[in-house]
């Protein structure tokens, strides 16, 4: 899934999740080091198919997250812009084939 945000900028997706009744992205911006929040009413949806493999998670709100997100419990250090939860997603996310192995 993709999202542009209003500067233009193209961010892949990897969780939807609802809370309090409105949709909300997290998606990994080039040179941010994690995983940051969108609202959907601030984006526009580019790509609405999901290329990976999802699990369904409920916390706070519930959603729809990468499978890795949740199995390796990287979702929290990731929010937390954590070097190493960083490094072992993008990890995956490159054997997965989900963004160009020049991605950082």
Known sequence: MKIKER???IVDIYAVYFIGGEVNF???PKNYGGLSAYSARE???VSSE???NCIYFKNNG???YHW???KEKLLD???ELDET???RFLEILKTEGLVDPDFY
């Open 43 to 45: 984006v526009e949806i």
């Open 77 to 79: 250090d990731l929010l």
């Open 50 to 52: 999901m290329k990976y």
């Open 26 to 28: 997290l998606g990994m």
């Open 68 to 70: 890795a997100l949740i």
């Open 62 to 64: 519930y959603g729809i």
């Open 85 to 87: 939860a960083y490094k």
């Open 7 to 9: 500067d233009g900028e």
